[in-house]
């Protein structure tokens, strides 16, 4: 990415950059560039804002795209209730659970807690850095700290779509 400066120093070449201030005739023949470098592109961060779902138990989903995968975590609500996560019990890859099965448990200095499945599926893939270092739950639930992936089984998008969305979870966990 240019830096101010470095743009600032294409807006008026080098050999056109004085100390004092140029008289009519001298500002006449400097070039006047309005377009940015080359090497410097306009561009948009457009991240792909999936819609999380949160559940009574504290949990949160957010599924692909496609709807097929979902991502399963503690709620940022849920991690500061619990304190210093100390302990992850995480489900194993290949296992199936029905909707509201426990699939594993957290566990802080303050208590422990089970994790429970919003929706019907197989575990595809399991966080297995919580295994090593599983206060990441506390420094980010709802990202880096999620818990597992679950593929859904047929139907249960529409379970998904019932739980509370973010206002709702919101005005719930107050």
Do not use: C
Request: no cysteine; glycine share 6%.
């Amino acid at each position: 990415m240019a830096s101010i400066a470095a743009l600032r120093s294409f807006a008026r070449p080098r050999s056109f950059i004085h100390t004092q201030p140029l008289t009519r005739s001298a500002r006449a023949q400097v070039p006047v560039r309005r377009l940015l470098p080359s090497s410097a592109r306009s561009f948009s961060v457009a991240r792909t804002l999936r819609e999380k779902y949160y559940t009574e138990s504290h949990e949160w989903i957010e599924l692909s795209a496609d709807k097929k995968i979902g991502t399963i975590g503690v709620s940022a609500h849920a991690a500061s209730a619990l304190g210093d996560v100390v302990y992850v019990e995480l489900p194993l890859a290949g296992e199936n659970y029905g909707a509201e099965d426990t699939i594993g448990a957290v566990e802080s200095v303050k208590s422990a807690s089970d994790l429970y499945a919003p929706v019907a599926g197989e575990i595809l893939e399991s966080n297995s850095a919580l295994e090593s270092s599983p206060s990441i739950i506390n420094k980010s639930p709802e990202a880096d700290g999620w818990i597992a992936k679950i593929q859904l089984k047929e139907g249960e998008v529409e379970r998904v779509e019932k739980l509370m969305q973010a206002e709702d979870y919101k005005k719930f966990s107050e």
